[in-house]
């Protein structure tokens, strides 16, 4: 059994079910009613948590910055970055009714600190752990704030080399925290499939000794699938009520009805990995009877007859001498007279 890590009450790692979060982010378009209703949808898809983003857009970018290529085309490019995330703020006394609300649905509640003040909020209404955005890998200084708190930290390394992942789950270790997740990510909306390389995740999972998922960007449900079928022990996707809402990441989200979609997907797909161990399942005992083949009488056979390979058949049902007897009955004598097409047994033999 590999290293597993607790957040809540669920176990996260080898052999535990893979931990599903409904990722909300800002597609509650800074209004608290609609953040609730995703709230309402992520507990209505079978997800285990869901997560937001907690930042002051003050905090976070310059006035002047500019959008990214995927935000302009969702969000139009006539306001800057800042102009967006300020539409995109909830006030901080909202993280404590929505962290409720969650708890209410059965949910574990995450959010994405995107600063210090953040961090500390979010520690205020006691968060089980605190999830990283992939673009905050290299902000060491905020890492290094997040693992005083000695939660468990889950990081996506979207955009991130190698060396700058050890740098950050070192900075994580030695300041205090000693339960990581990495997720594998490719920080692009939408991301295409040809550039996720699930495969990545075995290779974190090696080089850090720590449970291993994938927070997803792509279209669709089929990657994440794919990725819990790989070992993904945790896997993110967004979500959204309604992909033609106005904001930057409805477009890369799915819709409930999506989701639960995928979250079934997920729990067939670690169902069907099963132990590893080849043997016929329950299901096969009854049906191989039908499936399998016999050792048949080809001809009418009379007692005292030596069997010829040209007298017997191979036929179903399986109920018979099995096939791979034929050897050992050649040259026996038929104790008895055998019809056509009758299954042979053992006792009508000498």
């Given at each position: 059994?590999?290293?597993r890590?607790?957040?809540?009450?669920r176990?996260i790692?080898?052999?535990?079910?893979c931990f599903?979060i409904?990722e909300a982010?800002?597609?509650?378009?800074?209004d608290?009613?609609?953040?609730?209703?995703?709230?309402d949808?992520?507990?209505?898809?079978?997800?285990?948590?869901?997560?937001?983003?907690?930042?002051?857009a003050?905090?976070?970018?310059?006035?002047?910055?500019?959008?990214?290529?995927?935000?302009?085309?969702t969000?139009g490019?006539?306001?800057?970055q800042?102009g967006?995330?300020?539409?995109l703020?909830?006030?901080?006394?909202d993280?404590a009714?929505?962290?409720?609300?969650?708890?209410?649905?059965?949910l574990?509640f995450?959010?994405?600190p995107?600063?210090r003040?953040?961090?500390d909020?979010?520690?205020?209404?006691?968060v089980?752990?605190?999830?990283?955005?992939?673009?905050e890998?290299?902000?060491l200084?905020?890492?290094?704030h997040v693992?005083?708190?000695g939660?468990?930290?889950?990081?996506?390394?979207?955009?991130?080399?190698?060396?700058e992942i050890?740098?950050?789950v070192?900075?994580?270790r030695?300041g205090?925290?000693?339960e990581?997740?990495?997720?594998?990510?490719v920080?692009?909306y939408?991301?295409?499939p040809?550039?996720v390389?699930?495969?990545?995740?075995?290779?974190?999972?090696q080089a850090?000794?720590?449970?291993?998922?994938?927070?997803d960007?792509t279209?669709?449900?089929?990657?994440?699938?794919?990725?819990?079928?790989?070992?993904a022990?945790?896997v993110?996707k967004?979500?959204?009520?309604d992909?033609?809402?106005?904001?930057p990441?409805?477009r890369?989200s799915?819709?409930?009805?999506?989701?639960?979609a995928?979250?079934q997907?997920?729990?067939?797909?670690?169902?069907a990995?099963g132990d590893?161990?080849?043997?016929?399942?329950?299901?096969?005992?009854?049906?191989r009877?039908a499936a399998?083949k016999s050792?048949?009488a080809?001809?009418?056979?009379p007692?005292?007859t030596?069997l010829?390979?040209?007298?017997?058949d191979?036929?179903?049902?399986?109920?018979?001498?099995s096939p791979?007897?034929?050897?050992?009955?050649?040259?026996?004598?038929?104790?008895?007279?055998?019809?056509k097409?009758?299954?042979l047994?053992?006792?009508?033999?000498?």
């Amino acid at each position: 059994m590999g290293k597993r890590v607790v957040i809540g009450n669920r176990e996260i790692g080898d052999g535990a079910p893979c931990f599903i979060i409904a990722e909300a982010g800002v597609n509650h378009n800074g209004d608290v009613r609609l953040a609730g209703r995703l709230i309402d949808a992520a507990a209505d898809t079978g997800a285990d948590a869901v997560k937001f983003q907690t930042f002051s857009a003050d905090a976070l970018v310059l006035p002047r910055a500019e959008k990214a290529e995927y935000q302009r085309e969702t969000t139009g490019s006539a306001e800057s970055q800042h102009g967006m995330l300020k539409r995109l703020e909830l006030p901080e006394t909202d993280f404590a009714h929505l962290a409720a609300h969650a708890a209410g649905k059965g949910l574990v509640f995450l959010s994405s600190p995107f600063d210090r003040a953040s961090v500390d909020l979010l520690d205020r209404i006691n968060v089980p752990a605190f999830k990283i955005a992939s673009g905050e890998i290299t902000n060491l200084p905020l890492l290094a704030h997040v693992a005083c708190r000695g939660k468990p930290v889950i990081l996506s390394t979207g955009m991130a080399t190698l060396r700058e992942i050890e740098e950050a789950v070192r900075t994580l270790r030695e300041g205090g925290t000693g339960e990581i997740i990495l997720l594998q990510c490719v920080t692009s909306y939408p991301a295409p499939p040809s550039e996720v390389n699930l495969r990545v995740m075995e290779g974190l999972r090696q080089a850090f000794q720590v449970p291993v998922g994938f927070s997803d960007h792509t279209l669709g449900i089929g990657v994440p699938i794919a990725a819990a079928a790989l070992g993904a022990c945790v896997v993110e996707k967004h979500l959204t009520l309604d992909r033609d809402l106005p904001g930057p990441d409805h477009r890369a989200s799915l819709e409930p009805v999506e989701f639960a979609a995928m979250v079934q997907g997920i729990r067939d797909a670690e169902a069907a990995l099963g132990d590893g161990i080849k043997r016929p399942t329950a299901v096969e005992i009854e049906i191989r009877k039908a499936a399998r083949k016999s050792i048949v009488a080809a001809v009418h056979i009379p007692a005292g007859t030596i069997l010829a390979p040209e007298m017997l058949d191979l036929k179903r049902p399986g109920t018979g001498i099995s096939p791979r007897y034929l050897p050992q009955v050649v040259g026996r004598k038929a104790r008895k007279d055998i019809r056509k097409d009758e299954l042979l047994a053992w006792e009508m033999l000498s």
